[in-house]
Structure formats: C-alpha cells, structure tokens
C-alpha cells in the first residue's frame, strides 16, 4: 500500500467526519460530547462555525493530495449528501410522521454515504481490482447504515457516562430515529411524543416517551434492523478473497454490532 496516498485519503474522511460533528454540534447547541465541552460551549457559535468550516477545507485539501479524480469527485458528492441528510433532518425537527423509508433516506445521506465513499476510497487508493471496488462501497455503505441504527439505538440504551450525553438526546432535540418511529407505530392514539410534538407538555411527554422506549422491547427490535444490515454488509464481501483486508472488514462488522458508545 502506498502510505502517501492512504494516509491522506483517512485524513480527509476523519476530517469531514469531525467537522460534521463541529457544526451538528452548533446546530443542536449541545453542551457536552463524549462527555467532554463541545467547541460551542467553550467558544460560542462564530468561532465554531469557522472551525468546521476549517476541518471542512482541510479535508478537500487532504483528498486532493490523492491525486485521482475519481476518489475528489466521490468526496465531493459524498458532502453534497451528507449536507442534504442534515438538512432534511433539521427541517423535520419537531414533524410528527411514523415514515421509517424517510428516515432510513436521511441516515443514509447523513452516514452511510461517508461509510462508503470510506471505504470505497481505501481501496481505490490501494490499487483493488476494479471488480472489487463495488463490492466494498457496497460494503461500507450497509455498515453505515448498522452503525447509525446502533447509534440511534444506543442514544435510548447506553447511560449518560457512556453517551457523554443526555439519554434519549435525539429525541429531545424534535429527531424520530428507529425505536421512536417504532413506538408511534405500536401507540398511534395515545402517545406522548405526539402531544409533545404539538407542545404539549414537551419535556414532560418526551421524558415519559423515552422512559417507555426503554422498557419496550423495541431496542431489540431496532437492532435486528441493524443486524439485517450487517449481514448485507457481509453478503457484499463474498468476492473478497480470504485475508487481512477481509478479516479486518468482518471484525469491523462485529463491532459495530456490539460497541457500547
């Protein structure tokens, strides 16, 4: 593998991945990230906003200095989406609708589209047959998909020490993830989160939402929709032959089913 041109190639994505963060982080005006103050809290929005903005050109810059075309343009597109999902998200804070097809479109758009392009850059960049490059976008991109409804569904499992932030802070914040729309669907009468929708009552009713989410048994149900997406994910690399790099692809499918935060 030639370090010159991987290195970069990560550089860029865990880049945009960060800015994205910076930025989601304004936007929701939250207070803590892992537990730790995000950019927002300690420099206020200006200079947060900058700063995104900063990691966002320096991940053009680092993808650049791949030299191929194909892996820029993947890039580029990948931050038109990216951008599309938050905004679609943003724009349906606080919308009453039980449309899980509407949601799977946005993670797509908001992660599995970073996952892909990923991954598909890696091996584009390291010289993979053409025949295998499909294989593993295609992979990268249903990990994506495991690893946001892992997310979403950690975002209502996990603790606030584990989170690094409040419990069910998605939810709080007017934002229908997996187990959400899943309770809609089993409650459609006499649901708390609609009458916190219509502002009703809304701390209240989404603390008693997230409280009955827990105790549901819908989590575990969210999460067989992550485990079809992972064995999608591994379905995609059956054409890989055995080895480090496949090894390594299924260890990451594995994790991404169990991780805790």
């Known amino acids: ?114 996952f892909a392009t990923a991954a ?27 690893f946001q409804v892992v997310d979403d569904v950690l975002d209502f499992s996990a603790t606030a020490e584990e989170l690094g932030k409040p419990v069910g802070s998605d939810l709080l914040a007017g934002t229908l993830t997996l187990p959400a729309l899943l309770y809609l669907d089993r409650y459609p009468d006499d649901n708390p989160i609609r009458r916190a929708f219509a502002g009703v009552r809304r701390r209240a009713n989404l603390q008693r939402a997230i409280n009955e989410i827990r105790e549901s048994g819908l989590l575990e149900e969210s999460l067989e929709t992550a485990q079809r997406f992972a064995e999608q994910a591994a379905a995609a690399l059956e054409p890989l032959p055995p080895g480090e790099p496949r090894e390594t692809f299924e260890s990451l499918t594995e994790y991404v089913l169990t991780r805790r935060n």
């Open 1 to 114: 593998y030639d370090l010159d041109l991987l290195v970069p190639m990560a550089a860029s994505v865990e880049l945009l991945h960060t800015a994205t963060l910076v930025h989601d982080d304004v936007i929701d005006q939250a207070e803590e990230r892992r537990g730790r103050p995000t950019a927002a809290a300690q420099f206020n929005n200006g200079p947060s906003v900058m700063l995104g903005d900063y990691m966002f050109a320096h991940a053009a810059h680092f993808v650049a200095l791949t030299g191929n075309l194909r892996v820029v343009r993947n890039f580029a597109e990948t931050l038109r989406v990216m951008a599309r999902g938050e905004l679609s998200q943003d724009l349906a804070a606080y919308e009453y609708s039980s449309d899980v097809r509407r949601y799977l479109d946005r993670i797509h758009g908001k992660t599995a589209s970073l």
């Open 120 to 146: 598909e850059g890696g091996a584009i960049v390291c010289g993979a047959p053409e025949p295998l490059v499909e294989p593993v976008r295609r992979f990268g991109e249903q990990l994506g998909m495991a």
